[in-house]
């Protein structure tokens, strides 16, 4: 549910417009693929990512698996009132500008950039050397990240 009167989305554009994503200062704005190496530049073990987009639903799975109960309201954290703005309101050329400072976490994490971003020129795909296996028998990654030889 959106409570904003426009204010936070019209900041919310100005700050994409006028951040470099050189030096993250929060957190939230770290790229996510930095953080699955080592400081050797070797992967990290993963054995399994999660969407946050349903944050909640997905942290009661990983719970649920390990065979913990999350009491109800527990993750309900932060603000009393929600401060969120309707994100379809948000400007393509501010999307396109989203899609450009997180292009290495789409990519490496292959996930497919969101349409609005097809003329941007940003494009990649996930190889797999080995058939369709992603990891080799010794269980190191496997990967290589290089452009798509043609735009889909």
């Known amino acids: ?26 957190v939230h704005l770290n790229m996510q693929t930095t953080n699955l190496i080592y400081e050797t530049g070797k992967p990290l073990p993963m054995s399994a990512l ?6 909640e639903k997905e942290w ?7 065979g913990v109960t999350i009491p109800d309201g527990a993750m309900k954290h932060g603000r009393h009132q929600s401060r969120r703005f309707d ?8 999307q396109q500008k989203i899609c450009q400072l997180l292009a290495l976490d789409y ?3 292959n996930f497919k950039l969101p349409e609005v971003c097809d003329d941007v020129g940003l494009y990649c795909a996930l190889e797999q050397m080995e058939g ?3 990891w080799k028998k010794d269980d ?12 889909p």
Not at 50 to 55: G, K
Request: glycine share 4%; charged share 30%; with cysteine.
């Open 1 to 26: 549910d959106s409570i904003d009167d426009g204010r936070l989305l019209k900041r919310f554009e100005q700050f994409v417009h006028d951040y470099d994503g050189i030096e993250p200062f929060d």
């Open 50 to 55: 999660y969407n946050a987009s349903d944050a």
């Open 60 to 66: 009661r799975e990983v719970a649920s698996q390990k």
């Open 87 to 94: 994100v379809s309101k948000v400007s393509e050329v501010t």
């Open 107 to 109: 990519c490496c994490l």
């Open 132 to 134: 369709q296996r992603m």
């Open 140 to 151: 190191s990654l496997n990967v290589v990240i290089r452009p798509w030889e043609q735009h």
